[in-house]
């Protein structure tokens, strides 16, 4: 495995950009991916005018927390080369993006939100094994207030180390959820208009907490949990 965060004896990694970083166009993105493929810190894409960032394939692992947030233009968010992120990941507020993909991802060490991007169409995680990974910090899955959402594609998630809040969504099924065994706390499945079923909750067989089901009025029954 690669070492980006330079902890043995031949200290950093060049090829990873030492502290937090900021992109606010095109240009600051094929600037970093000509040098560097890790951050040791936070990345943060924070109202910019990008309409996607294709061109940030390079970035294997980012050590802290990512902010993808009120960038107004975005319509499709593809991280094809993140494999490793040790914070959180939030992806709010953006008006236009339709699409997330970050299929190398096979854990978030803490954090997964997605909320209140009112055109996101689509999520797809599909190496994802975990949600909260060294039981330190907490791991929550908040996918919320994404109208519009009508595919999420999670089919290795087994674990989510906290709680999973499922609300104001598109979805009718949970199908893109197949393999998920593990809940550590809370489930809300809440304010789902177009939710039929629970289908693909089969697999679900812990609850640490609460369940909680209101407020989704075609959901007949609550078979599949």
């Known amino acids: 495995n690669t070492d980006y965060w330079g902890e043995g004896e031949e200290g950093p990694n060049p090829t990873t950009y030492q502290g937090s970083v900021t992109f606010s166009n095109f240009g600051d993105i094929v600037s970093f991916c000509q040098n560097f493929i890790a951050i040791d810190g936070n990345l943060t894409i924070y109202d910019t005018s990008l309409t996607h960032i294709d061109d940030l394939a ?74 909260g990974f060294d039981f330190q910090t907490s791991g929550n899955l908040e996918i919320s207030n994404n109208e519009a959402l009508t595919s999420l594609e999670l089919p290795s998630l087994v674990t989510v180390q906290d709680n999973v809040h499922l609300d104001r969504l598109g979805l009718s099924d949970f199908s893109g959820l197949s393999s998920l065994e593990t809940i550590g706390s809370d489930l809300e499945i809440d304010w789902n208009e177009s939710l039929t079923s629970l289908t693909g909750l089969e697999a679900l067989d812990r609850i640490g907490g609460n369940a909680t089901l209101s407020d989704n009025p075609l959901l007949a029954n609550d078979d599949g949990l």
């Open 58 to 131: 390079c970035l294997e692992a980012v050590r802290g927390d990512i902010n993808i947030s009120a960038n107004n233009r975005l319509k499709s968010l593809n991280m094809s080369g993140l494999m490793e992120i040790g914070g959180s990941t939030y992806v709010q507020n953006n008006s236009m993006l339709t699409s997330i993909e970050l299929d190398s991802i096979i854990y978030f060490n803490d954090n997964f939100q997605v909320s209140s991007n009112e055109s996101l169409e689509s999520i797809s995680a599909t190496s994802l094994l975990f949600v």
